[in-house]
T-cell receptor
Framework: KAGVTQTPRYLIKTRGQQVTLSCSPISGHRSVSWYQQTPGQGLQFLFEYFSETQRNKGNFPGRFSGRQFSNSRSEMNVSTLELGDSALYLC????????????FGQGTRLTVV | KQEVTQIPAALSVPEGENLVLNCSFTDSAIYNLQWFRQDPGKGLTSLLLIQSSQREQTSGRLNASLDKSSGRSTLYIAASQPGDSATYLCAVNPPGTASKLTFGTGTRLQVTL
């Protein structure tokens, strides 16, 4: 079965711009979570969506937002980009039930110049 | 606040050696613990999932154990191969959430010929 698909794989944006990243979960999975990975901070949780509702949110500024559609696909948006937003953004897909396994996509590498 | 630590941060071993990677967490109230591997610039590949009620899980040459009361998990890799070279990450899933993982700092493994 198809895995988690993230698009695009690479992005270069200018400071002040905004960006939208997309994640298509495994078929049948209703939960999508987003993480930011940087060399200095490691992997940090951004937010989780389940059945179109945000269920959990990490400690990130309001410039980071997301949504989930009825087909479980999710988008993440970052507005007013800063140099420090350069990172690998990963999304994870799961059934959304407590204790179930999370499967990750290949990530989107965002570079802000 | 849950904190996850992995020791050592980096490890280099010759091919064929058995090795153990360590993961410790500060709050024993977890739903499960998951081990992942990450190749440079890539996403995370799930290796093993241990539920909080389990003591260990095995998959091929990999064996993961969990001691929830002491806040420790180990990943044992038997007969290491150059293809095992990657960064290994452990992550815990706290109760009350389905997909909000707290990640460790990772162990970068290099298996040499």
């Amino acid at each position: 079965k198809a895995g988690v698909t993230q698009t695009p794989r690479y992005l270069i944006k200018t400071r002040g711009q905004q960006v939208t990243l997309s994640c298509s979960p495994i078929s049948g999975h209703r939960s999508v979570s987003w993480y930011q990975q940087t060399p200095g901070q490691g992997l940090q949780f951004l937010f989780e969506y389940f059945s179109e509702t945000q269920r959990n949110k990490g400690n990130f500024p309001g410039r980071f937002s997301g949504r989930q559609f009825s087909n479980s696909r999710s988008e993440m948006n970052v507005s007013t980009l800063e140099l420090g937003d350069s990172a690998l953004y990963l999304c994870a897909s799961s059934l959304g039930l407590a204790g179930t396994e999370a499967f990750f996509g290949q990530g989107t590498r965002l570079t802000v110049v | 606040k849950q904190e996850v630590t992995q020791i050592p941060a980096a490890l280099s071993v010759p091919e064929g050696e058995n090795l153990v990677l360590n993961c410790s967490f500060t709050d024993s109230a977890i739903y499960n613990l998951q081990w992942f591997r990450q190749d440079p610039g890539k996403g995370l590949t799930s290796l093993l999932l241990i539920q909080s009620s389990q003591r260990e899980q095995t998959s091929g040459r990999l064996n993961a154990s969990l001691d929830k009361s002491s806040g420790r998990s180990t990943l044992y890799i038997a007969a290491s191969q150059p293809g095992d070279s990657a960064t290994y990450l452990c992550a815990v899933n706290p109760p009350g959430t389905a997909s909000k993982l707290t990640f460790g700092t990772g162990t970068r493994l290099q298996v040499t010929l």
